[in-house]
């Protein structure tokens, strides 16, 4: 199946890609891989929620950064199919780096960003399978709690 197929197939639309909010672009070409930009969990043009990941009254649960992981590859891949110009051209994955605003003492950085490994491989197959960091930070963009990047390899 291609990748447009395998979308359809999962009910997934690819979203409108997120436009920049400083001096950069969403995804670049390189030789035969598309770089994108940090991509953050947009939905319609909005954060889902925002704040820090952990356990505790006013913290984002680590289930629901999960989901806002993949949400983050799913603008990925979007980026990268507006970059090359069709989704289909996308055949693989070659690096994840996944942020996580966490809250000291936070070691679930791998698990949330599981959610855009997991996305990645439901679309792309053998080819979603990829190299990968889980990284802790203080505070992402817009304060959101999660942010991923992804490097795609495309014909």
Request: charged share 10%; hydrophobic share 50%; proline share 6%.
């Amino acid at each position: 199946m291609t990748v447009s197929q395998t979308l359809a197939a999962l009910g997934i639309d690819l979203p409108a890609v997120a436009m920049p909010a400083g001096a950069y672009i969403p995804a670049k070409i390189h030789g035969d891989l598309v770089y994108t930009a940090g991509q953050i969990p947009f939905v319609s043009g909005a954060l889902p929620a925002t704040g820090k990941v952990g356990d505790g009254h006013g913290l984002v649960p680590a289930a629901d950064a999960f989901q806002y992981a993949r949400v983050c590859a799913l603008n990925a891949v979007a980026a990268a199919a507006a970059a090359v110009g069709d989704v289909d051209r996308l055949t693989g994955v070659v690096k994840v780096t996944g942020f996580v605003a966490s809250v000291p003492g936070f070691t679930g950085q791998p698990g949330v960003i599981n959610g855009a490994s997991e996305l990645l491989g439901d679309v792309f197959g053998d080819g979603g399978r990829h190299a990968r960091s889980a990284v802790g930070v203080a505070v992402l963009p817009l304060d959101s709690p999660v942010e991923v990047e992804v490097v795609f390899s495309f014909v």
